[in-house]
């Protein structure tokens, strides 16, 4: 057994205190022990570091001038997250070879949704983007992740508010689809005329997209607020860069789609094409990252009553014009 | 100045108040009354809507049950509101009742010694009074004579096809997608209850109701 290092961070600020902690948690090596000197009850740290299943946490010394927080890795987890680190790192680069896809697929068979979203946080910290992480968790997700996240996800019924949101993503795929065939036949046409009921059907497709901001707004207001509660922070504020990303494509395509003819239909046509194929491509696979790593960590971190609160919450918020009766109340 | 609020909302009752700490601290060049608009209402809130109109009138009526013919004082009514600051539209109304009777929240002014303390005369209340109404209390502090408002949105008169109209056109014109008629006639029918309910005052009593209380220390 080795003796165990010490960090003391009284005295630092926010930044310098991470800058200390978490390289020092991340070299410890199998079997050793890290003892961590606050002078406050160090809570967001506890439960990042119980997040990730192989430390065992414990309090040397609990207040009232400062707290001991020892952190022992455990030794029955190997080094998976680093492992899948790499991976990211690799399929961040460029096209993954099939090798790669498998290695993840294999290594993806052990890793759970709660790990997912603290190796988001993690790269952020190691000086990842925001923007980098959604594209390439994006990629990743759709490509590798699908089925073994599918395998592991958890399910839940009605009225339970992760079961309505996963409901009315059902009905935005729809849509996304029929946006994908207008889209289709959109690209042979020469003029409004020749798009016949297209054109009702593009505004009806239109308004069931900017009607799924209700979705967004319970989302953001009240489930990843709980998770933003609980320092689950990246993960939600990643969806919510894609919120706004989306908000506007919606916003032009809803208001091309309610006056069209006041626009040169070669303009349009180029226009409702791009929007139509970056909405029916990202938001399909934001909406997999939210029902199978978001939902799946709420899911794991948040007892029934907190679901009760939020159930409450999302009934008073309101819901979109197509979410189910039966979900509502 | 400039001037560009519709001419109807000018024409709202305005509420009457003194108001003894401007008095004291010299920003009124004499002693007299103030009177507060729908208008002034309107620039603190933003915009005007049923919402905005109803705490209004909540706290007209309230006033003019409380004080009668006498001037309502400024800093010398508490409010009560029976919800959550977070809940629905209890926020919005409360910061209506704040700007009209100077009831402040925890954030208020904390007075000067012993006198114009606004700080807490606000609260919110857990109790629901009425399942279907939302309720608010207005005290006096000078003889603690009270009056209970309840208000019953659902109860507000609109025609059903309006109503519909009104949120049919309500998406284009959040998404910034509708034409210069759509919006026009929007803004026509939002307006119209608005005004309804605070120029024509018809079957006010079906939606806002006032009962007395016996106030903790009330006084003859």
New interface residues.
């Given amino acids: 057994m080795n003796a165990a290092k010490t960090i003391d961070v009284k005295g630092l600020d926010h930044a310098e205190r991470e800058g200390l902690i978490f390289p020092g948690v991340e070299a410890l090596k199998d079997g050793e022990t890290l003892r961590i000197v606050v002078e406050f009850n160090p809570v967001p740290l506890v439960y990042l570091l119980k997040a990730q299943d192989n430390f065992d946490i414990s309090y040397e010394k609990e207040g009232p001038d400062e707290w001991i927080l020892r952190v022992a890795k455990g030794s029955a987890q190997e080094d998976q997250k680093g492992q899948f680190k790499e991976l990211l790192t690799q399929l961040r680069e460029g096209e993954a070879s099939p090798e790669t896809k498998e290695k993840a697929r294999t290594l993806l068979q052990q890793v759970d949704a709660k790990t997912l979203g603290v190796l988001e946080q993690e790269l952020i910290r190691e000086g990842v983007s925001h923007e980098e992480i959604r594209r390439s968790l994006c990629d990743i997700h759709l490509e590798v992740l699908r089925d073994s996240l599918v395998a592991k996800r958890t399910e839940v019924s009605a009225p339970h508010p992760v079961h309505t949101f996963m409901q009315e993503h059902e009905i935005i795929l729809d849509n996304l689809r029929e946006l994908g065939s207008l889209v289709d036949r959109l690209k042979g046409l020469n003029s409004f005329d020749g798009m016949g009921e297209d054109l009702e059907k593009l505004e009806d497709i239109a308004?069931h997209l900017?009607?799924a901001e209700s979705h967004h707004q319970r989302e953001e207001e009240v489930l990843f607020s709980e998770l933003e509660k609980r320092d689950i922070v990246e993960p939600p504020e990643i969806m919510k860069m894609d919120h706004v990303e989306f908000r506007k494509r919606k916003?032009e395509l809803?208001?091309l789609s309610?006056?069209p003819r006041e626009h040169d239909f070669n303009k349009f046509k180029a226009r409702v094409i791009e929007l139509g194929e970056y909405l029916a491509r990202e938001l399909e696979s934001h909406i997999f990252k939210e029902d199978n790593i978001i939902y799946q960590i709420a899911l794991q971190v948040l007892i029934p009553e907190d679901w009760e609160r939020i159930k409450r919450l999302c009934d008073?918020l309101g819901y979109c014009c197509f979410t189910p009766e039966d979900q509502k109340e | 100045m400039n001037d560009i609020f519709r001419n109807t909302l000018k024409r709202v009752k305005p509420i009457r108040f003194r108001e003894p700490l401007a008095e004291t601290l010299g920003a009124l060049k004499e002693e007299g009354a103030l009177d507060y608009n729908f208008i002034d209402v309107v620039k603190m809130s933003g915009h005007a809507c049923p919402t905005v109109s109803a705490a209004y009138l909540c706290c007209q009526t309230a006033l003019e049950k409380l004080y009668g013919d006498t001037i309502p004082v400024r800093g010398e009514i508490a409010v009560t509101v029976y919800g959550e600051p977070d809940?629905?539209v209890y926020g919005v109304m409360a910061q209506v009742f704040s700007f009209l009777t100077g009831a402040a929240a925890a954030t208020g002014f904390k007075g000067l010694g012993h006198r114009f303390k606004r700080k807490d005369l606000l609260r919110f209340h857990l109790e629901k009074v009425d399942p279907e109404a939302m309720c608010f209390e207005f005290r006096r502090l000078d003889n603690g004579k009270a009056v209970l408002v309840r208000f019953y949105p659902q109860r507000i008169p609109f025609p059903e096809e309006k109503a519909k109209q009104l949120s049919h056109l309500l998406?284009?014109v959040l998404?910034?997608?509708?034409?210069e008629e759509e919006t026009k006639q929007f803004q026509g029918l939002w307006m119209e209850k608005v005004e309804h309910m605070l120029l024509k005052r018809e079957g006010t009593e079906r939606w806002l109701q006032l009962e007395e209380r016996r106030g903790q220390n009330e006084r003859s």
Avoid: I, L
Wanted: glycine residues 6%; charged residues 30%; aromatic residues 12%.
């Fill in positions: 308004h900017v009607e916003q809803y208001q309610h006056r008073e | 809940e629905g998406q284009p998404w910034e997608a509708a034409t």
